[in-house]
């Protein structure tokens, strides 16, 4: 029974994206950050592609490698066990694989908490 729900929930994904094109999934990890100096640099609100980020918005960046598999600017993605989506605004270092960085805005606290975690997360991309 286990199985067929996954499946279920798998078939829905076009539905809730509201599209047919391609839904991709990958098992990545997850980690937290905020807009503190200390985490960043002297601009901490500023995001790799140039935008503001501001408390409450949910953003993550992406590392690198997972750009180059349509996770680019702009994309809105779902991250499982999380409500909502979250839209791609900021990249991380090329040194990190396989990795997302979640916006906490400037609770250092909460991002503590989150910690670090394997995710799955979820988002469309155009067919080629």
């Not at 078939?11 to 990890?29: H, M, Q, R, W, Y």
């Not at 960046?61 to 809105?76: F, N, P, Q, W, Y």
Request: aromatic share 10%; charged share 25%; hydrophobic share 40%.
């Amino acid at each position: 029974m286990r199985k067929y729900s996954y499946f279920m929930f798998l078939a829905t994904i076009p539905l809730l994206f509201g599209c047919s094109d391609k839904v991709n999934s990958l098992e990545v990890t997850a980690t937290a950050y905020t807009s503190s100096a200390q985490e960043t640099d002297s601009t901490p609100s500023l995001a790799a592609w140039g935008d503001t980020l501001k408390p409450g918005m949910k953003s993550i960046a992406v590392s690198r490698d997972l750009i180059k598999m349509g996770l680019t600017h702009g994309v809105e993605v779902s991250i499982d066990g999380m409500e909502g989506k979250y839209k791609v605004l900021d990249k991380m270092n090329k040194r990190w694989k396989r990795k997302i960085d979640i916006y906490m805005g400037k609770d250092i606290k909460k991002a503590k908490e989150w910690g670090k975690r394997q995710v799955i997360i979820h988002w469309v991309s155009e067919p080629s």
